[in-house]
Nanobody, 127 residues
Framework: QVQLVESGGTLVQAGGSLRLSCAVS????????MGWFRQAPGKERELVSVISWSGADTYSADSVKGRFTISRDNAKNTFYLQMNNLKPEDTAVYFC????????????????????WGQGTQVTVSS
């Protein structure tokens, strides 16, 4: 079992920056692909950014490319989402997720394939 706890969400003005963190505990000796997803009111949960266990492979949605950066520190069992130039449309609950994998280069784009989820952290961007 793996437990995920997000932090860092808050209210920020448009154009501002935030860094979300996801602390991973439990079976951290196993390799996991990780991802950030978000869900705005009345909308479906969507992919934001994902990263492989090794950190060498990442993917971000077009809506956040060039503004958001995903990273991880396996020594600290934590991964991050640096969000710059935030826009009101980035307002959502942000979730981190983990998928167990044998391949340290695997990234996973389908949220339905993730095994573990955090409880979410609210990011609100005011205009």
């Amino acid at each position: 079992q793996v437990q995920l706890v997000e932090s860092g969400g808050t209210l920020v003005q448009a154009g501002g920056s935030l860094r979300l963190s996801c602390a991973v505990s439990g079976r951290t000796s196993s390799s996991h692909a990780m991802g950030w997803f978000r869900q705005a009111p009345g909308k479906e949960r969507e992919l934001v950014s994902v990263i492989s266990w090794s950190g060498a492979d990442t993917y971000s949605a077009d809506s956040v490319k060039g503004r958001f950066t995903i990273s991880r520190d396996n020594a600290k069992n934590t991964f991050y989402l640096q969000m710059n130039n935030l826009k009101p449309e980035d307002t959502a609950v942000y979730f981190c997720a983990a998928r167990a994998t044998q391949n340290t280069r695997t990234i996973e784009l389908d949220l339905n394939d993730y095994d573990y989820w955090g409880q979410g952290t609210q990011v609100t961007v005011s205009s």
